[in-house]
């Protein structure tokens, strides 16, 4: 404590004063008997009043000590107490910083933890409209069906001849396999919606248990930096999705273009637009393959850039455990270190002078 000395240490640096010339003057010899008696007598705190109460109480029993050599003793006691109110005012200083300190950390936890659940919301909103524009892409692409069906009928029920007849069951099969190729593509459509959503909700997870390991400390860097790379994959998302789109418009409307051309185009014309079809529908196959390979392509390297940031985090988290142990640790040396000084302090244990040679 600031207010009490350790009696030792404080009677020790009066006995080195005293002796510090090589020998010991009578006077102060006397005065440090008389000090150290009434030290050794009192029954109260060694606090500065009271330390200054038996320097003046001690004065008038050793008249032979000088005004200087008493005021130089006086002073050094009373340094002392100076100097243990610096070191005290210090302490508190640094304590305020700490608290300080913990309380921006726990401000910026707040923040980022509010950053992440608006993400997380508008994650699930988007996910929401995409799969609404599924639906109405499905429910265009049975109506173009359901009139490419009406068209064939038609003209099928114009054609008499037998050759007729054949290029009709030709064409049939023809729209069947445009159809199992548009199948296939829906079918990949609905297996990228299936893994984009079991994507979200993993996400969603890893992103609570995140929040969860990131209140003990998160830097306000780290969390622009993953803002930035969860813009970058959103962005990718879209452009896929936008992509994906545009190929099943160009298949929709090749077909469509197909069914059109058939109703007008002769039986030569029909043969040679037969064959560039079928070339199409193979450059179709070929489109949907490439596309399939970069979307997993993509699906790895976006799988790798989450393992990354998921590491990231978790050695941040271990790197603070780490730090709140070692502080928790020298909090407790300090205060077991303040306990035993206080202990010291209570126990009178003063030196006594060198004996007189005179």
Do not use: C, W
């Amino acid at each position: 404590m600031s207010d009490q000395l350790n009696l030792t240490e404080v009677m020790t640096e009066v006995q080195n004063f005293i002796t510090s010339d090589g020998q010991i003057i009578p006077a102060q010899r006397d005065f440090y008997r008389v000090l150290r008696d009434k030290m050794n007598n009192h029954t109260g705190l060694y606090i500065e009043s009271e330390v200054e109460l038996i320097l003046l109480d001690a004065r008038p029993e050793v008249l032979e000590l000088s005004d200087e050599d008493y005021n130089a003793i006086h002073d050094l006691i009373m340094d002392r107490f100076g100097l243990s109110k610096r070191l005290e005012e210090e302490q508190r200083l640094r304590e305020e910083l700490i608290m300080k300190e913990q309380l921006r950390k726990e401000a910026e936890l707040r923040a980022r933890a509010e950053a992440i659940e608006k993400a997380r919301a508008e994650a699930e909103a988007k996910a929401k409209a995409e799969a609404e524009l599924r639906a109405q892409i499905q429910e265009q692409e049975r109506l173009v069906e359901e009139a490419r069906k009406r068209a064939i009928e038609e003209e099928e029920a114009r054609k008499r001849a037998e050759e007729e007849a054949r290029l009709k069951e030709e064409a049939r099969i023809k729209a069947e396999e445009i159809a199992r190729i548009e199948e296939e593509a829906r079918l990949k459509a609905e297996e990228n919606a299936r893994i984009r959503a079991e994507e979200e909700a993993r996400r969603a997870e890893e992103e609570a248990r995140i929040k969860a390991e990131e209140e003990a400390r998160i830097k306000a860097e780290e969390e622009a930096r993953r803002a930035e790379e969860e813009a970058k994959i959103q962005a990718e998302k879209e452009r896929l999705r936008l992509e994906e789109e545009a190929r099943l418009a160009e298949v929709n409307e090749a077909h469509q273009k197909m069914v059109e051309e058939a109703i007008r185009l002769t039986e030569d014309q029909k043969l040679q637009e037969e064959a560039r079809i079928a070339e199409e529908i193979e450059a179709a196959r070929v489109a949907a393959e490439e596309q399939r390979l970069r979307e997993e392509a993509e699906a790895r390297r976006i799988a790798e850039e989450e393992t990354r940031i998921a590491e990231e985090k978790a050695r941040i988290a271990a790197e603070e455990a780490a730090r709140k142990l070692a502080d928790e640790k020298a909090r407790i040396a300090e205060e077991e270190a303040r306990l035993a000084a206080e202990e010291a302090a209570s126990t009178k244990e003063i030196p006594d002078l060198p004996p007189n040679n005179d």
